[in-house]
């Protein structure tokens, strides 16, 4: 069973400041890796997947990276409509499609 | 837009069936490109798959609970279902609807809140 870390587990970041976020896979996913937003009381919302390709209607201050375990979602100048919890996603080896423990994103 | 929205019981009692049904908007549902899935999520807590199936009624369970999950199809109201049995206070989530496809999950219910209790 492939696990998925995520962290930091919170991130305080000012608006207008970039957003690093990390995910690693305890082995290789390759490039199937979807990052997911969710806000309070939402369903989450697909961002990015195939690790890189933004989702319809995802701004481009949304990016992800990386390949293999390591994996990365970036976001370039944070908007308060951003401030949320963020899950990756590996769809390597599916069934079942493990996620990440989140990373809150949150104002500082 | 395609659109998916759940519905069932708010209120199980413990070692009682957690019934829950996700009707989808008509284009998609009818497809063998996609695969039908229930996700939870426990309150405050991250993201768990439960199982998936395929217009065709093809299943896929989360092993950690494929002894108590059953998915079903009901093509002629474009609608899934899930059951869960023996169910207890750690089955207490919002239980979401999704489609996969072409990408991961693309498009969700907006959840359902299940509380587990006497």
């Known amino acids: 069973e492939i696990v998925m870390t995520q962290s930091p587990a919170t991130l305080s970041v000012s608006p207008g400041e970039r957003a690093t976020l990390s995910c690693r896979a305890s082995?290789?996913?390759?490039?199937?890796l979807a990052w997911y937003q969710q806000k309070p009381g939402q369903a989450p919302r697909l961002l990015i997947y195939g690790a890189s390709t933004r989702a319809t209607g995802i701004p481009a201050r949304f990016s992800g990276s990386g390949s293999g375990t390591e994996f990365t979602l970036t976001i370039s100048s944070l908007q308060s409509e951003d401030f949320a919890v963020y899950y990756c996603q590996q769809y390597n080896n599916w069934p079942p499609g493990a996620f990440g423990q989140g990373t809150k994103v949150e104002i500082k | 837009q395609l659109q998916l929205q759940e519905s069932g019981s708010g209120l199980v009692k413990p070692s009682q069936t957690l019934s829950l049904t996700c009707a989808v908007s008509a284009g998609s549902f009818s497809s063998g490109d996609y695969s039908w899935s229930w996700i939870r999520q426990p309150p405050g807590k991250g993201l768990e798959w439960i199982g998936y199936?395929?217009?065709?009624?093809?299943?896929y369970y989360n092993p950690s609970l494929k002894s108590r999950v059953t998915i079903s199809v009901d093509r002629s109201k474009n609608q899934f279902s899930l059951k869960l049995t023996s169910v207890t206070a750690a089955d207490t989530a919002v239980y979401y609807c999704?489609?996969?496809?072409?990408?991961?999950?693309?498009?969700w219910g907006q959840g359902t809140l299940v509380t587990v209790s006497s």
């Open positions: 199936i395929y217009h065709s009624g093809g299943t």
């Open positions: 082995q290789s996913v390759s490039s199937n």
């Open positions: 999704a489609r996969a496809g072409y990408t991961p999950f693309d498009y």
